[in-house]
T-cell receptor, first 113, second 113 residues
Framework: NAGVMQNPRHLVRRRGQEARLRCSPMKGHSHVYWYRQLPEEGLKFMVYLQKENIIDESGMPKERFSAEFPKEGPSILRIQQVVRGDSAAYFC???????????FGQGTRLTVV | GESVGLHLPTLSVQEGDNSIINCAYSNSASDYFIWYKQESGKGPQFIIDIRSNMDKRQGQRVTVLLNKTVKHLSLQIAATQPGDSAVYFCAEIGGSNDYKLSFGAGTTVTVRA
């Protein structure tokens, strides 16, 4: 039973390019969360999705950031026109219900140059 | 060794000793708590959880204590090993109608050989 899979593990983008981060939840999990972590800091909530629905995106910047979790395929976190301040580790977690243990992937480390 | 939440973000402990990591939470409505361990370059790893109807829960070498009166959570690690060196985060979910895991800043544990 594979855990939460994120890819790519490392992503380098130039300023102004687009970044696409993918997350495949654990088998049987329909709840996906995205978190962002800056060096030496904790994890900050960005968005919570269920299949085909965004439930809570209160932690996500209003511009340039979007997320989806289609009926088929992984969840995607998309960052348009990246800036240096977007450089961080982005973690995805999944659970089989809200208010239960969430398991994290290994993260995608985005570097904007 | 013992740490006190955000005021002492690092903890150095001798191998074989017991470790105590503390966490103060702010939301009195929180009813579900999780401790995560994060090693360098990896995603958070679930250690143990506890619900608000309990005040103690034990796992393998770990014990979580919850004091709702003072909104305090602690993680005790018995016979600390070098592999326990990591950053430890407490996370809370604020009530049954909430689903966002809110993370503290983390405590860095270093095990001395």
């Amino acid at each position: 039973n594979a855990g939460v899979m994120q890819n790519p593990r490392h992503l380098v983008r130039r300023r102004g390019q687009e970044a696409r981060l993918r997350c495949s939840p654990m088998k049987g999990h329909s709840h996906v969360y995205w978190y962002r972590q800056l060096p030496e800091e904790g994890l900050k909530f960005m968005v919570y999705l269920q299949k085909e629905n965004i439930i809570d995106e209160s932690g996500m910047p209003k511009e340039r950031f979007s997320a989806e979790f289609p009926k088929e395929g992984p969840s995607i976190l998309r960052i348009q026109q990246v800036v240096r301040g977007d450089s961080a580790a982005y973690f995805c977690a999944s659970s089989n219900n809200k208010n239960t243990e969430a398991f994290f992937g290994q993260g995608t480390r985005l570097t904007v140059v | 060794g013992e740490s006190v939440g955000l005021h002492l973000p690092t903890l150095s402990v001798q191998e074989g000793d017991n470790s105590i990591i503390n966490c103060a939470y702010s939301n009195s409505a929180s009813d579900y708590f999780i401790w995560y361990k994060q090693e360098s370059g990896k995603g958070p790893q679930f250690i143990i959880d506890i619900r608000s109807n309990m005040d103690k829960r034990q796992g393998q070498r770990v014990t979580v204590l919850l004091n709702k009166t003072v909104k305090h959570l602690s993680l005790q690690i018995a016979a600390t090993q070098p592999g326990d060196s990591a950053v430890y985060f407490c996370a809370e979910i604020g009530g049954s109608n909430d689903y966002k895991l809110s993370f503290g800043a983390g405590t860095t544990v270093t095990v001395r050989a």
